[in-house]
């Protein structure tokens, strides 16, 4: 007996320090639910004068064991009177499960809310949670627009409803509250402008929650919900509560609670159980949307980094890819381009940074550029790698990448390709074989001081090549070579039903290489079907730079057309071929190539070895020359102007039929 009265007294001494609970006093002395029914607790109670402990049904006073509210009283708490210690311990006992039960609520109910990633999640939690267990009703306002992060609101303040569960549309019999009847009906105003310093205003600035027993907190209540200034049919009382929302730095909404006539009123403890369900939902809120906006900007980032849409090049068809790890890890670093280079070959590229996130995106941005510009040079592969890798290494010791780079030649069909750490590509043939090219492995870009190697393959018209990131062939129950087997088994799959298969459905087809569920990893896929121009449709000549090399320019175009039965484009490409042959005689060294293309256009090259780019510019009446590029963007469907590594590269297009 003396240690049960000895956890009371401290129990009684906690309480007078400001505690508002028994549970919370009993938690600071060590002395749980479980301790309060320790044999003997129920039946000894020692008078302690001048005590007073918070029941749920009223004041309990230790000395009498009574209500304090109904001042009735027991008998004194004497050793003689053994029923009035019953009474005081049972109503001491029921007043900490009370409070062990509100504990035990809101933790349950802050993970629920906590558990949310996005904004309808979170108010859902909320809503979910406090009906039917809290209250009968909830109706959630939020701040229209909600300001993210340091954004300052401008204008005036709106709150708009943005979810109501079990709402009341009628008032209860005795008129003090209302009964829940059907919840998908609307029963409150959708927004209300808050008045600059009306009722609601003056309750959302005191963030506390606020029982509408008060006029001022009625008026808050009937401003929020849009009733007429009487109120008529207002719940007010002890039957509603309204809770402002504030999160890091300002209030973001409102939640407004109903309790029908059938279950008790709202008490003063229910008030601090709505600030921790407004508090945590709040800042839920806040959480949300600056997640929200995060990954907003992060995908933004890496979708404007990532080609809009591929070239259409000649002799080869394209199609590509990219799907984010996941919603929860929507960016990342791998990448794919498709560069047209001079000839009419193409370079494709794809790439993976490591990471997940926002750096990883922006390093994936530069070293993008870095190879469009490498490979806007005319380099070799590995030479595109090795500068690539000198990039990575300016950028940063810890700027990690790898890299497959491939330049398509239609015209030879061959395939020159270096790898820098990547999983090889996989070419389908025409015949439905698949097959893993042996392309040397090579180090990651970023490593530094590693040469590259490049191999040159042949690419027959209708193979498909595949190029992808480690994504799509590894995840962590299934490692990169055993995926690479399970991609070129299901490329051969595809190509038994049609060969060569469609190039769009064949890359959603190897999209499903992993389930879904077993990916962990972005990817990235670019995929080149291979058509090749037919030697036939191409000529080709060496002129030497002399001044009768226009004239004989003219003849070579003339015959070519004539053979490939396109007289009707003799005078427009006759003309373009003289004004470019001439320009190039007058800069070059070396001899001049000029190179004639028939696929769905006519295309001619014009190569020399002056490295200066031409560009129109404005002539004077008194200058002999510079009207020539004005001519060609006149005439010419399309045209442009190439650095190679010796030299350039000037071309034009002229339509068919």
């Not at 939902?281 to 997640?291: C, F, I, Q, R």
């Amino acid at each position: 007996m003396d240690d049960v009265d000895r956890v009371l007294d401290k129990v009684h001494a906690v309480l007078e320090h400001g505690h508002e609970t028994v549970q919370e006093a009993a938690e600071e002395v060590g002395w749980t639910a479980a301790g309060a029914q320790a044999p003997g607790a129920a039946e000894e109670w020692r008078t302690v004068p001048g005590r007073v402990l918070r029941s749920s049904t009223g004041w309990v006073d230790p000395r009498t064991g009574g209500d304090e509210d109904d001042g009735a009283g027991l008998s004194p708490t004497t050793p003689d009177n053994p029923s009035a210690r019953r009474d005081a311990s049972a109503r001491l006992a029921l007043t900490q499960r009370s409070a062990g039960d509100r504990h035990r609520y809101v933790g349950a109910a802050t993970r629920r809310i906590s558990r949310g990633l996005d904004l309808d999640e979170i108010i859902l939690g909320l809503c979910r949670s406090a009906v039917p267990t809290f209250a009968d009703a909830i109706a959630v306002y939020l701040r229209d627009p909600i300001p993210v992060g340091d954004e300052r609101p401008h204008g005036p303040l709106l709150m708009r409803l943005r979810r109501q569960e079990g709402w009341p549309v009628e008032p209860g019999e005795d008129g003090d509250g209302w009964r829940p009847l059907q919840p998908t009906v609307l029963g409150t105003s959708g927004t209300c402008a808050v008045r600059s310093g009306g009722p609601l205003s003056e309750v959302l600035r005191g963030v506390r929650p606020v029982l509408t027993a008060s006029p001022a907190a009625a008026d808050a209540l009937a401003e929020l919900l849009g009733f007429p200034p009487e109120r008529a049919g207002l719940p007010t009382g002890r039957r509603a509560l309204l809770a402002p929302l504030r999160g890091r730095r300002r209030v973001i909404g409102a939640v407004v609670l109903l309790r029908s006539t059938e279950r008790p009123a709202f008490e003063s403890d229910d008030l601090l159980v709505a600030a921790q369900l407004a508090t945590q939902t709040a800042l839920g809120v806040d959480k949300s949307l600056l997640y929200g906006r995060e990954g907003y900007i992060a995908d933004a980032l890496q979708r404007q980094m990532l080609p809009d849409s591929l070239p259409q090049t000649t002799g080869v068809q394209l199609a590509s890819r990219y799907l984010p790890a996941a919603e929860s890890a929507r960016v990342g670093g791998d990448w794919y381009d498709a560069i047209p280079l001079p000839g009419s070959r193409v370079a494709l590229v794809v790439g993976d940074v490591m990471g997940h996130s926002m750096t990883s995106a922006a390093i994936m941005g530069q070293l993008r550029t870095t190879v469009q510009t490498l490979a806007g040079l005319d380099l070799a592969p590995q030479e595109v790698l090795y500068h690539l890798d000198e990039q990575a290494q300016r950028l940063g010791q810890d700027r990690m990448a790898t890299c497959v780079y491939a330049v398509y030649d239609p015209i030879a069909h061959r395939l020159v390709v270096a790898n820098a750490g990547h999983p090889p590509p996989v070419l389908l043939h025409a015949d439905g074989r698949a097959e893993v090219l042996r392309v040397p492995p090579g180090a990651p870009i970023g490593v530094g001081g590693v040469p590259f190697e490049a191999v040159e393959l042949p690419a027959p018209a209708g193979a498909t090549l595949l190029l992808y990131t480690d994504g799509l062939v590894e995840s962590r129950i299934q490692d990169v070579w055993g995926g690479i087997e399970l991609l070129r088994e299901r490329l051969q799959s595809a190509a038994s039903v049609v060969s060569p298969p469609p190039l769009e459905p064949l890359c959603d087809e190897v999209l499903d290489v992993l389930g879904p569920g077993d990916r962990d990893d972005d990817i990235a896929l670019l995929a080149a079907r291979f058509d090749g121009i037919a030697p036939s449709d191409v000529a080709y000549w060496f002129l030497e730079p002399q001044d009768q090399t226009p004239g004989r320019a003219r003849r070579l175009v003339r015959q070519a057309l004539r053979r490939w039965d396109l007289e009707d484009q003799l005078d427009a490409a006759e003309l373009l071929v003289s004004e470019i042959v001439t320009n190039a005689v007058r800069y070059a060294d070396r001899p001049i190539t000029l190179r004639l293309l028939r696929t769905d256009v006519l295309r001619c090259e014009v190569g020399d070895d002056a490295p200066l780019l031409p560009r129109m510019r404005l002539s004077t009446p008194q200058d002999e020359g510079g009207r020539g590029l004005y001519i060609v963007n006149q005439v010419a469907q399309r045209w442009g102007a190439t650095r190679l590594g010796a030299g350039k590269v000037v071309w034009f297009e002229l339509p068919l039929g």
